[in-house]
């Protein structure tokens, strides 16, 4: 029988590379991209408290509708889930970053 991995704690998942790729390319997709529009298109019309699971660098909070109560953002990657928490202060709703993974989802 093989030992199950768990992924829990805050640096479950580390990408540091991926991550800063991430954070530089994400931010232009959305701005010339095109990709901002599509997020605004997705999270329309949404409202309540929201999970959202993997959050990257918190580029969907600025398109949370007023309607969301409060947005549960959940990013194991550490330097993603900082810019993630730079981001959530500049939302329109309340947002927590927390530490997680889809595995161990910590709601
Ligand atoms: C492609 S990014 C999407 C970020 C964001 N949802 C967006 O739309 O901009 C995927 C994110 O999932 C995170 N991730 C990777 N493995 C994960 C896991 N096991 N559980 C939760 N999130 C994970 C990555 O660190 C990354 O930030």
Known sequence: MTKQRTKAGPDAVRHPLFARFYARVSVLADAKGGVGELRRELLDGLSGRIVEVGAGNGLNFAYYPAAVSEV????PERLLRRLAV????RAGVPVDVVPGTAEA???
């Open 72 to 75: 549960v953002a959940i990013e």
């Open 86 to 89: 730079e981001e959530g202060l």
């Open 105 to 107: 989802l910590p709601v």
